[in-house]
C-alpha cells in the first residue's frame, strides 16, 4: 500500500482502489473467520493499513461505518465465545482435563488479544477522524468495553489505548460523560496492575479524563490521587507526576482532603 502512495501518490483512484480492494479481503470478511490466530493476524493488518490510509483522511464514511459494523458483530462472537467451560471436577480422566483447561487458556488468550487489537484499531481511527467515529461509538459500546476492561484488566492494554484516544480527541461528548461512573473507577484499578505497560496506559487515560471531565471527575479525584501516589515505578513516574498535576489543575478537589496527596506531592 505505501508502494502505491508513493508510486501513484496518496490520493490517486488506483491508490485508493488497492485500497478499497485489500480492505474487503481483509476486514470485511473477519466475521467469517473461525480461527483466532488468524483473526488476530487480520486485524493486525487491518490497523496498519487504516493507519496508512486514514492518516490522508482517504478512509470513506461508508468504510468506517463498515468497520464499526463489523466491530459490533465480533463483539457479539466474541462474547460467545468468551463464555468460561465449566469442567467437572469428578472427571475421572485427570490428564485430558488438564489438557482441555490448558487448551482453553490458549484459546482464550488469543481472543483477548484479537479483542485487544480491535479496541486499539478503534483508537486509531478516532485519533485519525473524530468527527466521523464520535458519533459511532455509542455509550453502549463504551459500556461494553468497560465490561471488558474489568475482567480483563491484566490484558486491557488496546482498551486502555482506546479509551485514551477517545478521551482526548472526542472531548466530553455525551457518551463518555454516561459512562464516567462505570469507567474511571476501573481505570483506577487497572493502576495497581503489576503490568507497567498497563498502568502507563491507565495513567494516560487517567489524564485525558480529568482534562475533559473536571468536575465531573470530582467524585473519583482522591481515589486517583491517592492510587497515583502509591505506584513506584521509575518507568512511568515522569506519567505519573503529569497525572496527578493534571488532576489538581483541572478538577477540583474536597477541600478536606486535598492536602493529605498536595503537600507531599510538592515534596
Same mark, same amino acid.
Given at each position: $500500500?505505501?508502494?502505491?502512495?508513493? /508510486?501513484?501518490?496518496?490520493?490517486?483512484?488506483?491508490?485508493?482502489?488497492?485500497?478499497?480492494?485489500?480492505?474487503?479481503?481483509?476486514?470485511?470478511?473477519?466475521?467469517? #473467520?473461525? @480461527?483466532?490466530?488468524?483473526?488476530? /493476524?487480520?486485524?493486525?493488518?487491518? &490497523?496498519?493499513?487504516?493507519?496508512? $490510509?486514514?492518516?490522508?483522511?482517504? *478512509? &470513506?464514511?461508508?468504510?468506517?461505518?463498515?468497520? *464499526?459494523?463489523?466491530?459490533?458483530?465480533?463483539?457479539?462472537?466474541?462474547?460467545?465465545?468468551?463464555?468460561?467451560?465449566?469442567?467437572? +471436577?469428578? @472427571?475421572?480422566?485427570?490428564? %485430558?482435563?488438564? *489438557?482441555? /483447561?490448558?487448551?482453553?487458556?490458549?484459546?482464550?488468550?488469543?481472543?483477548?488479544?484479537?479483542?485487544?487489537?480491535?479496541?486499539?484499531?478503534?483508537? +486509531? $481511527?478516532?485519533?485519525?477522524?473524530?468527527?466521523? $467515529?464520535?458519533?459511532?461509538? &455509542?455509550?453502549?459500546?463504551?459500556?461494553?468495553?468497560?465490561?471488558?476492561?474489568?475482567?480483563?484488566?491484566?490484558?486491557?492494554?488496546?482498551?486502555?489505548?482506546?479509551?485514551? %484516544?477517545?478521551?482526548?480527541?472526542?472531548?466530553?461528548?455525551?457518551?463518555?460523560?454516561?459512562?464516567?461512573?462505570?469507567?474511571?473507577?476501573?481505570?483506577?484499578?487497572?493502576?495497581?496492575?503489576?503490568?507497567?505497560?498497563?498502568?502507563?496506559?491507565?495513567?494516560?487515560?487517567?489524564?485525558?479524563?480529568?482534562?475533559?471531565?473536571?468536575?465531573?471527575?470530582?467524585?473519583?479525584?482522591? @481515589?486517583?490521587?491517592?492510587?497515583?501516589?502509591?505506584?513506584?515505578? %521509575?518507568?512511568?513516574? #515522569?506519567?505519573?507526576?503529569?497525572?496527578?498535576?493534571?488532576?489538581?489543575?483541572?478538577?477540583?478537589?474536597?477541600?478536606?482532603?486535598? /492536602?493529605?496527596?498536595?503537600?507531599?506531592?510538592?515534596?
Amino acid at each position: $500500500m505505501r508502494l502505491v502512495k508513493l /508510486h501513484d501518490g496518496a490520493t490517486s483512484e488506483k491508490a485508493l482502489n488497492v485500497f478499497g480492494k485489500i480492505y474487503n479481503v481483509v476486514l470485511l470478511s473477519c466475521t467469517l #473467520e473461525t @480461527d483466532w490466530i488468524m483473526l488476530d /493476524h487480520r486485524i493486525f493488518l487491518a &490497523t496498519d493499513l487504516i493507519t496508512e $490510509m486514514a492518516s490522508g483522511n482517504l *478512509m &470513506t464514511f461508508g468504510q468506517t461505518k463498515s468497520t *464499526m459494523d463489523i466491530f459490533l458483530k465480533l463483539e457479539k462472537i466474541f462474547a460467545k465465545n468468551r463464555v468460561v467451560v465449566d469442567y467437572d +471436577e469428578d @472427571d475421572d480422566d485427570d490428564n %485430558q482435563d488438564e *489438557m482441555d /483447561h490448558q487448551e482453553f487458556d490458549e484459546d482464550l488468550d488469543v481472543l483477548v488479544d484479537v479483542i485487544n487489537k480491535f479496541y486499539s484499531m478503534l483508537g +486509531e $481511527m478516532v485519533k485519525i477522524n473524530s468527527t466521523v $467515529m464520535m458519533p459511532l461509538i &455509542t455509550s453502549d459500546i463504551l459500556k461494553r468495553a468497560c465490561e471488558f476492561l474489568q475482567e480483563e484488566g491484566d490484558s486491557a492494554e488496546g482498551i486502555l489505548t482506546f479509551m485514551t %484516544q477517545y478521551f482526548r480527541y472526542c472531548g466530553g461528548g455525551k457518551s463518555v460523560i454516561k459512562v464516567f461512573s462505570h469507567f474511571i473507577p476501573t481505570i483506577i484499578g487497572c493502576l495497581e496492575i503489576p503490568d507497567s505497560d498497563v498502568r502507563q496506559n491507565a495513567v494516560k487515560a487517567l489524564i485525558e479524563a480529568s482534562k475533559i471531565a473536571k468536575d465531573k471527575f470530582s467524585p473519583w479525584a482522591m @481515589d486517583a490521587l491517592v492510587a497515583l501516589d502509591t505506584i513506584n515505578d %521509575q518507568d512511568i513516574t #515522569e506519567y505519573v507526576i503529569s497525572a496527578m498535576s493534571t488532576i489538581i489543575q483541572n478538577v477540583p478537589l474536597p477541600s478536606n482532603d486535598a /492536602h493529605v496527596i498536595i503537600p507531599k506531592w510538592f515534596n
